[in-house]
């Protein structure tokens, strides 16, 4: 007795899932693909643990207790596979290995001992055994052994052969169970093997009952010459029930072929484990995006950088890896730059204050003096930098240098203070500029005139001028010669025809005729000197005429005609 309960507790903890795993319930794991594409859900289920199972209704399952499916999700989808294990058994001696037919009530009849040890009869129509093969219940049933054992060479378990009646819903097993927590679910479960073995006959057709009501439907007794042991089971909600009475009721309603065992009856709570596995779904994307940029500017895409105008495509992966199309639309914007013009360099003088102004256009300014107008008035030499922003956005920027340029100052002096004294006259133009050029093209700061009239100087500091003036007066001009002259004799005097001061004279002319309108004498000479010869031969006492022309130092031109007196 004692090696019996051993044996049954350790079948328990061993068989029926006391200690099951959790995790006996796997439904795979997560995957992801891309919208459009399917996936096939693979669960597994610890089958000696779990009674039943299915996956709990999703589109793409079609029979909820097949363990593999294909499914096409259009979104992501967590999918739930549940896994129903019994827990403790409630049943007491359920496999009959106590072998004690005082724990099973019945609406048949015991019939003690076994055939063949000489101890029993037949087990006839509505009556029992307990027994460890057929034969030992009737004889002309099949040698079938116990379920409790039937995994090992073990031949001596024990189970309940029953030899069914015609007479439907009598209780052919039946146990009071209490204890029972309401609102809970309950899996009430036998094995049954066929006795006879006669297919055409009819088979055992049972039905579970709890508390008086039947659930379930009729299940029928395996075929006995192709099928052991089958078990059959029925879920049952404890609802208000604290306490049950379980039966396997007899539906039969032939005597014959309807013979049967059973054993390991089993009647537990029963609880489900839920495993879940999430197949993510990545779009397949198409998008357009607009872009512009600014001349000059660049846009990364799909690892190109893109400066021109167009339309491009590319494929990228999303983050869940699916393709995503992207259209760009790229508007580049033409070049857009400001000119402020070349550098400006004036004069001072000429132009104190200088407008600056950016070219026409609708645009936003910002000068690097602060301004925002589109012109600035400055009069301080300095860069001058313009920063536009155009109606798209796009910057450019120019500057411009501005040179205000002192003008010189000059002033002519001169070094001589008669002019006239020497028909000279050194002046200098005292200038703080470097260039100067004087009227007579001159380009000494010193220089030295000759002549009477007004000089000129421009000092110039590039395109920066100043002039000055220096005026030398006309000297006063006093020209004559003899009207009479006596060469030879011994009193010196009146020997030759010539100018008084032949200083003053630049340039001369001088033609001497006799009255007969010969030329006698000719000279350019202002330091001539006729005596009254013509081919060394004093010429005859009389008149003679003179002619002559001269420009004097002071820039003027005189013209002389005259008689001569040769005496
Ligand atoms: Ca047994
Ligand atoms: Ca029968």
Not at 434 to 448: A, F, L, R
Not at 513 to 527: A, I, M, V
Not at 536 to 559: D, E, F, Q, R
């Amino acid at each position: 007795m004692t090696k019996r309960f051993f044996i049954s507790l350790l079948l328990l903890l061993t068989f029926h899932g006391l200690y099951a795993q959790v995790h006996g319930v796997d439904a795979g794991k997560n995957d992801t693909i891309c919208l459009g594409e399917s996936v096939q859900l693979k669960g597994t289920i610890d089958r000696d643990d779990y009674l039943y199972y299915y996956w709990k209704p999703a589109p793409g399952i079609q029979d909820t207790t097949k363990l593999t499916h294909t499914v096409k999700p259009d979104k992501t989808t967590t999918y739930y596979l549940c896994g129903y294990r019994p827990q403790m058994n409630l049943v007491n001696n359920g496999n009959f290995e106590y072998e004690d037919s005082s724990l099973v009530r019945s609406g048949y009849y015991y019939i003690p001992g076994t055939i063949g040890t000489g101890e029993g009869n037949q087990c006839d129509e509505g009556a029992y055994k307990i027994v460890q093969h057929g034969k030992q219940a009737k004889s002309d049933w099949v040698d079938k052994y116990d379920h409790t054992f039937a995994f090992t060479t073990i031949k001596d378990g024990w189970f309940m052969a029953i030899n069914a009646a015609n007479v439907p819903n009598v209780d052919v097993w039946r146990q009071d169970v209490q204890d029972i927590v309401p609102n809970t679910d309950y899996v009430f479960y036998t094995w049954i093997v066929s006795l006879y073995a006669k297919e055409d006959y009819q088979r055992a057709e049972l039905q579970f009952s709890i508390n008086g009501e039947l659930i379930g439907p009729v299940f029928k007794g395996p075929f006995p010459e192709t099928k052991d042991w089958e078990r059959f089971y029925v879920i049952w909600n404890s609802g208000n029930s604290t306490s049950a009475t379980i039966s396997i009721v007899n539906q039969s309603t032939v005597s014959m072929g309807n013979d049967l065992g059973l054993d390991d009856i089993y009647f537990s709570i029963v609880e489900p484990d839920i495993d879940s596995v999430t197949i993510y779904v990545g779009e397949r994307t198409e998008e357009e995006i607009s872009v512009s940029l600014c001349h000059g500017e660049s846009y990364s895409f799909g690892g190109r950088e893109l400066t021109e105008s167009g339309t491009y495509h590319e494929e990228f992966k999303s983050t869940l890896g699916c393709d995503s199309i992207i259209t760009l639309h790229l508007t580049v914007a033409p070049p857009f730059t400001i000119d402020l013009g070349s550098d400006i360099r004036v004069c001072r003088e000429t132009s104190p204050e200088i407008v600056l102004s950016s070219p026409p256009g609708d645009f936003i300014y910002e000068w690097s003096t602060g301004a925002t107008t589109p012109s600035i008035t400055v009069d301080q030499s300095g860069v001058y930098g313009l920063t536009v922003t155009n109606q798209a956005g796009c910057v450019t920027s120019d500057s411009i240098s501005v040179t205000f340029i002192k003008t010189p100052e000059v002033e002519v002096i001169s070094h001589t203070e008669d002019f006239c004294e020497k028909y000279s006259a050194v002046l200098e133009a005292v200038t703080d500029a470097s260039n100067v050029v004087w009227s007579n093209g001159d380009v000494t700061h010193t220089i030295t005139v000759d002549k009477p009239g007004v000089y000129r100087v421009t000092a110039r500091r590039e395109m920066c001028n100043s002039n000055s003036f220096y005026v030398i007066e006309e000297c006063d001009f006093n020209l004559y010669f003899p009207t009479a002259i006596s060469p030879g004799g011994a009193d010196g005097l009146n020997d030759y025809f010539a100018f008084s001061d032949p200083a003053v004279v630049d340039k001369a002319q001088v033609c001497i005729y006799n009255r007969y309108g010969q030329l006698l004498f000719y000279s350019e000479d202002p330091y001539f000197k006729w005596d009254g010869s013509y081919k060394n031969k004093l010429c005859p006492v009389g008149s003679y005429s003179y002619v002559i022309h001269i420009v004097a130092k002071t820039g003027k031109s005189y013209y002389y005609k005259g008689v001569l007196f040769l005496i």
